[in-house]
């Protein structure tokens, strides 16, 4: 039977959910939460700062 | 209001891109989300010039150091609306279609909670309808379809839509 709409939509939300802590592991998202974390440090740094 | 309560509002978050245009952000809570517009060609007639532009719009956790479900945070709320409006920045018209995870059967919950935060952040700056989809299943979808108010297609992606939810009554 072929798949519907709906079905696939779901079938996919499910799957990106479950896959999500593995892209914990990828390089470009290491390399986002890096870039992510400097700039809370920065921010932090200019809280303190004022 | 205090400096700090003020530059708290929400949280930065940062654009990842990939297959699925995610954004990734940390809350205070340590717990990692993850933000993805996964595109869904499928959704419309592929003829169709906005079928590109069709995105899901899904929540993920990609860490959460907490045991069992993220605590309530309108930080949290907050920066997902500026992801989502900073999608739509990227490419205008974007259409967006969020499903209700269903697998714990709280879709109505999410649902409910989706509006009044569709409510809270929209801004006037985009339309919403929703539906509600019976799947294989038979279990029942809520399903909310979104684009910027000025979309050139709205007409024909409202009906469209319309039709696609049409066809799951009959």
């Given at each position: 039977?072929?798949?519907?709409?709906?079905?696939?939509?779901?079938?996919?939300?499910?799957?990106?959910?479950?896959?999500?802590?593995?892209?914990?592991?990828?390089?470009?998202y290491?390399?986002a939460l890096?870039?992510l974390?400097?700039?809370?440090?920065?921010?932090?740094?200019?809280?303190?700062?004022? | 209001?205090?400096?700090?309560?003020?530059?708290?509002?929400?949280?930065?978050?940062e654009?990842v891109?990939?297959?699925?245009?995610?954004y990734v952000f940390?809350?205070?809570?340590?717990?990692i989300?993850e933000?993805?517009?996964?595109?869904?060609?499928?959704?419309?007639?592929?003829?169709?010039?906005?079928?590109?532009?069709?995105?899901?719009?899904?929540?993920?956790?990609?860490?959460?150091?907490?045991?069992?479900?993220?605590?309530?945070?309108?930080?949290?709320?907050?920066?997902?609306?500026?992801?989502?409006?900073?999608?739509?920045?990227?490419?205008?018209?974007?259409?967006?279609?969020?499903?209700?995870?269903?697998?714990?059967?709280?879709?109505?919950?999410?649902?409910?909670?989706?509006?009044?935060?569709?409510?809270?952040?929209?801004?006037?700056?985009?339309?919403?309808?929703?539906?509600?989809?019976?799947?294989?299943?038979?279990?029942?979808?809520?399903?909310?379809?979104?684009?910027?108010?000025?979309?050139?297609?709205?007409?024909?992606?409202?009906?469209?839509?319309?039709?696609?939810?049409?066809?799951?009554?009959?």
């Amino acid at each position: 039977m072929e798949k519907s709409i709906i079905d696939r939509l779901v079938e996919d939300k499910k799957q990106a959910i479950k896959d999500a802590k593995k892209n914990l592991q990828k390089p470009e998202y290491q390399a986002a939460l890096q870039r992510l974390r400097l700039r809370n440090e920065e921010r932090r740094t200019a809280i303190v700062g004022v | 209001m205090k400096k700090e309560e003020q530059l708290s509002l929400e949280y930065k978050f940062e654009f990842v891109g990939a297959d699925y245009n995610s954004y990734v952000f940390e809350t205070s809570s340590k717990i990692i989300y993850e933000i993805q517009f996964k595109p869904t060609p499928y959704l419309f007639d592929s003829s169709k010039e906005y079928a590109k532009f069709s995105f899901e719009f899904i929540i993920a956790v990609l860490h959460n150091p907490i045991q069992g479900r993220p605590p309530l945070d309108g930080n949290t709320s907050r920066t997902i609306a500026k992801i989502f409006e900073d999608f739509y920045q990227k490419f205008n018209n974007t259409v967006t279609i969020y499903i209700c995870e269903s697998s714990d059967n709280r879709q109505m919950v999410r649902h409910r909670k989706f509006n009044i935060w569709f409510e809270e952040f929209h801004e006037n700056m985009f339309l919403k309808i929703d539906t509600v989809f019976t799947d294989t299943q038979g279990k029942r979808i809520p399903s909310s379809l979104i684009i910027k108010k000025d979309n050139p297609f709205r007409t024909q992606i409202f009906d469209e839509f319309v039709k696609i939810s049409d066809s799951f009554d009959k």
